[in-house]
């Protein structure tokens, strides 16, 4: 699974095999958040705001890592 980036529990991951639309997961013991890549919107679960402001510079700054990986590990599904 695509790891990308974790600050203390919370986790910044890209699952393989994954459906639309083009997202990521933010996982923590506590919570759990889908976000759209394009958008940077919660989809689905929920995002703290002490979360939030933990992981979302890192996110803003790596986008394009993150669709990178997207890529790599769901080829059927590729962002263009």
Not at 11 to 31: G, Q
Not at 32 to 46: H, M, Y
Not at 56 to 61: G, N, S, T, V, Y
Request: glycine residues 4%.
């Amino acid at each position: 699974m695509g790891k990308l980036y974790q600050v203390g529990s919370i986790i910044v991951r890209v699952y393989a095999n994954d459906h639309l639309p083009y997202h990521f997961h933010i996982i923590s013991p506590d919570f759990e958040a889908l976000v759209l890549i394009e958008t940077l919107t919660v989809q689905e679960g929920t995002l703290p705001a002490t979360a939030r402001k933990q992981v979302m510079p890192w996110i803003e700054a790596h986008r394009a890592e993150i669709a990178a990986e997207w890529n790599r590990i769901n080829p059927r599904f590729p962002i263009f």
